[in-house]
Each structure stands twice: as C-alpha cells, then as structure tokens.
C-alpha cells in the first residue's frame, strides 16, 4: 500500500471513528453555550471559542473569568492549570510518532488534542497516523463548536434538568472508546475500575480534593501509569515491528 493510499484509508477510518465523538460533543457543548452566554459572548463568539481551543474545562475556566472581567493573565493562568493533563497526553503521543515524519504532525496533533482523540489515537499499534487523528478532528471538532454556539442561542429556552442530562452522552462515548481494548487486553480490564475508584478517591480525600481537575488527573496518571509499568511492562517492539504496523 503505498503512503497516499494509506494516508486516505486512515482518514476515511478516523473520520468513522469520530462520528460517536462528534454526537457527543454535540450534546455536551449545549451546557458549554450557556456559560459563553452568561459570560456575554455571542452564539458567532462562542462559536469560534469552541473551534479554536479544544478543552471543555479551559473553555469554561475562560468563561467565569470573562464573566469576572478579569485579566488576560488570570485568563491565560487559569486555563494553563485546567488543561495541564495534556502535557501528559501530548508527551505521550511523541513517544509514538515516526521520527521520519514532518514537525507540523507533532503541531497539530498536539494542538487538536482532547481526551477522546487521544484515547482513540493511541491505542492504534505501531507509528501513530496522523491522518487517522486529522479525520476525527474534521468530525467532532465542528460538532463540539456547532454545539456551543446552539448552546448559546437556545440553552435558555431548555429546563436545567434537560441540559444536565445531555451530559450523560459524555460518559457513554467513553464507554464505546475503553471497552473495546478492555475486551482485547485484560490488564486494561483490570486496570480501568482502579482508575474509577482511584478517582473517586482523590476527589474526596483532604488536601487532594482542593487541587483543580487537571491537576489531579496528572497526579492519577502519573501514579497508575507508573505502577502499571512496572507491574505489568510492555515488551518492546522494534522499529520494523513499528514500520509494518496496520495504520
């Protein structure tokens, strides 16, 4: 198969697999839209918010400090803290490209990074395609703006209950991303209930429970990541291996 080929086949897949994360997206975002309009930012605004930074939890932190009328700095700090766990998610993701491949992969990649896309990009064996993660991000990225901005415009108009259980969405697309290597790999299986129950934990306990989200979902990370190496290390693969890898 030669690299145009294999480069549209990844598309054509990643934009497949981006279909369930764009729903949810759709969904989620609504609530998005209502604090971009509490904030005073209009549906064309809240749009473009949405489409230019891809992280829910940067998004909203920029929201209440608008909202606040604070400073560009509080701003900028603010959203730095909220989305820190993808300086985890990012490094990781180097780890996994062709050193052949050109830089500006490693700069979009990085900056359409969010939990799914990472979660549906690095779980694919050998080289990461970037193509793969280019197709997904044409699916869900519009999903997620086209959202908010409706958010924004009709938000009001629907019952606080209704909007809170669009939510739901969320948890079911992740559902669909981590069963499928659970049922390929039991040490995932097992590994994923230690993460909900790990979680919980850090968010009840003293002390941890007052750091912010991001801050925490690094802290959890680097902990499982770490005791699951060591208990449980991968073999391996070597660059041929990596090479001849299904994109």
């Keep these: 198969m030669d690299d145009k080929t294999r480069r549209k086949a990844a598309l054509v897949q990643g934009m497949r697999n981006g279909i369930p994360i764009g729903l949810g997206y759709f969904a989620v975002s609504f609530a998005l839209g209502i604090a971009a309009r509490n904030a005073g930012l209009s549906p064309f605004q809240s749009?473009?918010?949405?489409?230019?930074?891809?992280?829910?939890?940067?998004?909203?932190?920029?929201?209440?400090?608008?909202?606040?009328?604070?400073?560009?700095?509080?701003?900028?700090?603010?959203?730095?803290?909220?989305?820190?766990?993808?300086?985890?998610?990012?490094?990781?993701?180097?780890?996994r490209m062709d050193p052949k491949g050109h830089p500006i992969h490693r700069f979009l990649m990085s900056f359409f990074i969010t939990d799914e896309f990472f979660a549906i990009t690095i779980v694919r064996p050998g080289y990461l395609e970037p193509f793969y993660h280019y197709g997904a991000v044409l699916v869900a990225s519009p999903c997620w703006a086209l959202g908010t901005a409706l958010g924004c415009v009709a938000g009001e108009l629907m019952p606080a209950r209704a909007v809170s259980a669009l939510s739901v969405a969320l948890f079911g697309m992740f559902l669909a991303v981590i069963v499928p290597p659970a049922r390929k790999n039991k040490i995932i299986a097992r590994l994923i209930p230690v993460c909900f129950v790990a979680s919980f934990a850090l968010s009840r306990l003293p002390l941890v429970s007052r750091l912010s989200e991001g801050t925490r979902t690094i802290l959890l990370t680097a902990i499982i990541a770490s005791a699951a190496a060591a208990l449980f290390p991968h073999e391996k693969e070597t660059d041929e291996g990596k090479e001849g890898a299904e994109p």
Excluded: D, H, P, W
Aim: some cysteine.
């Design 47 to 95: 749009f473009l918010s949405s489409l230019l930074c891809n992280a829910s939890a940067g998004e909203y932190a920029g929201f209440r400090v608008i909202a606040a009328q604070s400073g560009l700095l509080t701003m900028a700090v603010m959203t730095f803290v909220a989305n820190a766990r993808y300086l985890l998610m990012s490094t990781a993701m180097s780890q």
